[in-house]
């Protein structure tokens, strides 16, 4: 197995920014592509703040974030992701669109190259079929925020061989991840465990056993998590998390999954979480 040298990471958002530093300080080069130019200029702002966040706490030496960032290609022209020899595509949550990035980099980029998705709910099995090397696709399912988060769920496809799971493992343990392995089902384990929980924690807001702040303090201090279900979900985005509650209620077909209501009038409100500045809880918009 040939040590991957060069990736391409599809989407310049929060997750594809945050691929792309933990795999150009990993020494990796790195073909960062987004439809837009202030998409990706937006990316590289985000990648510069946290690579100094890293050197003001020591983890990196001041003198590699350039370096670091030097190994970022950013680009509005796909055909730049050509000589790549893996790609994790960070594209928004949407088959149609994923399914077209997958068609497209199946047409351009060598027969040998992996197709890797960061998606958080879709089906790998699925998207693989819209190529032509079901074989070579897999899901490298990243956390927020990925330069902190330790996990990697790598996800088999149907289709998805040994050699490109192995290929994804190595990736993972190079960028200083844990990676775990998965089978495709719907939300994998992460999403599929996570958002029932957020998901109820929402509705005992709205059955008003308790507000918000108490339902997240239950959590940080009686179960010792980081954060809340509420605060998570503001972090995650409710929309995020209502799009996935509705692939698990499709994909299940079972009604213990169904979206709560108030998560959906929220959404509905505009109230996204931290990124439209109020959900459960109000921010200052950054
Ligand atoms: N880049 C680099 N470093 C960062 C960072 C970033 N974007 N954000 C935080 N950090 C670092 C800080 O510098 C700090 O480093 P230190 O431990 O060396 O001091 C450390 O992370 C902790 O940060 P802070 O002290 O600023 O803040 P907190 O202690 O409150 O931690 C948190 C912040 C790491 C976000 C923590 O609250 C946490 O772990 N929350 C849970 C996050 C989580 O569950 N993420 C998964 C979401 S689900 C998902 O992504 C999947 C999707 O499919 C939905």
Redesign the pocket.
Known sequence: MEEITTVGVIGAGT?GS?IA?VMARSGLNVVLCDVEQRFLERGLG?IRT?LG??A??G?LNTAEIEPVLARIAATTDRAALAPVELVVEAAPERFDLKAEVFRALDALLPANAILATNT??ISITKLAAVTRRPASVIGM?????????ALVEVVRGMATSDATFASVHALAVRLGKTPVEVNDAPGFV??RV?MPLINEAAFAVMESVATAEAVDQVFKLGMA???GPLT?AD??GLD??VD?LRVLHEGFGDPKYRPCPLLVRMVDAGWLGRKSGRGFYRYEKG
């Not at 399912?141 to 988060?149: A, G, K, L, Q, R």
């Open positions: 997750m945050g530093h985000q946290n966040r890293e003001a706490k983890k958080s709910s399912h990243f956390f927020n925020p990925v330069p902190v988060m992460s999403n996570l998590h980081p954060m998570l972090f995650i995020v998390c996935i």
